[in-house]
């Protein structure tokens, strides 16, 4: 069982920037895949972005690739997610994930292990 508790979401200006940090509980944090998703209102939960575990491999999507950046530290159980230059589009609950495999998925079916959530709000 792997339990994820995320923090640093807030409000913000179009423009600025915000860390998104989740914790995870467990010994073997390095061996999972760990994921970020968002899901505004009324709209289906979105992948982000996700970072495997020992190999450090990520991918991000297409909408934040140029201004988000997932990273890891291992020997802490965390994983973070730095938005830079947000715009109001970002505007959601932001949304930590666990996969027990070394592969990146985007789909949020393949992730076992969820985190209650951090809204972010990007005013314009």
């Known amino acids: 069982q792997v339990q994820l508790v995320e923090s640093g979401g807030g409000l913000v200006q179009a423009g600025g920037s915000l860390r998104l940090s989740c914790a995870a509980s467990g010994r073997t944090f390095s061996s999972y895949t760990m994921g970020w998703f968002r899901q505004a209102p009324g709209k289906e939960r979105q992948f982000v972005a996700a970072?495997?575990?020992?190999?450090?491999?990520?991918y991000r999507a297409d909408s934040v690739k140029d201004r988000f950046t997932i990273s890891r530290d291992n020997a802490k159980n965390t994983v973070y997610l730095q938005m830079n230059s947000l715009k109001p589009e970002d505007t959601a609950v932001y949304y930590c994930a666990a996969n027990p495999t070394l592969t990146i998925y985007t789909s949020p079916t393949r992730y076992n292990y969820w985190g209650q959530g951090t809204q972010v709000t990007v005013s314009s």
């Open positions: 970072i495997a575990g020992s190999t450090s491999n990520s």
